[in-house]
């Protein structure tokens, strides 16, 4: 298989998400609930449309996730009072207290990807995928100059 940093990053994304899932089977969740209740422990009282622009799903979808998470008593739905027409978006005591139980799973999964990396390099590795995402997350060339492809297609 081709080693290029896409790859590699993706695989191991793919390897952890893996061990993550088969930690937490029995507990009877889905790594889309885990990412919405440990994005929520982090940012009570986002908006549903800024939650799904952080989990890059279409907010339809993440509505239909919210709705199972609001039955289940995981998460509640509160108006904002900026904006009729949207909600912010709470975790539950039920939805704490399972978060708790989860975050060792994730924890472990951590552990095990990073074992035989020393305090140092897992420091360094954090800097360096932090460069790469703020890399890939600035905003594209600027207006009126060519991109890559267009310097190409000049030299052509």
């Known amino acids: 298989m081709e080693n290029n940093i896409g790859t590699m990053v993706a695989q191991v994304a ?4 893996r061990s993550f899932d088969e930690r937490v089977r029995s507990i009877g969740v889905t790594r889309p609930q885990w990412q919405v209740l440990s994005l929520l422990i982090r940012h009570e009282g986002i908006n549903q449309g800024g939650l799904a622009d952080i989990l890059e799903v279409e907010p339809i979808t993440l509505g239909r996730m919210i709705d199972r998470l609001q039955e289940a008593d995981l998460v509640e739905r509160r108006p904002d009072p900026a904006d009729r027409r949207a909600w912010r978006l709470f975790l539950t005591a039920k939805g704490h207290e399972l978060y708790r139980r989860l975050h060792p799973y994730a924890e472990e ?32 060339v600027t207006e009126g100059q060519p991109s890559i492809a267009g310097d190409a297609t000049a030299r052509g």
């Open 14 to 17: 793919r390897l952890m998400r």
């Open 109 to 140: 999964t951590f552990a095990i990807a990073l074992d035989g990396l020393d305090d140092r390099e897992q420091a360094d590795l954090m800097v360096m995928l932090e460069r790469i995402r703020v890399n890939l997350t600035r905003k594209g």
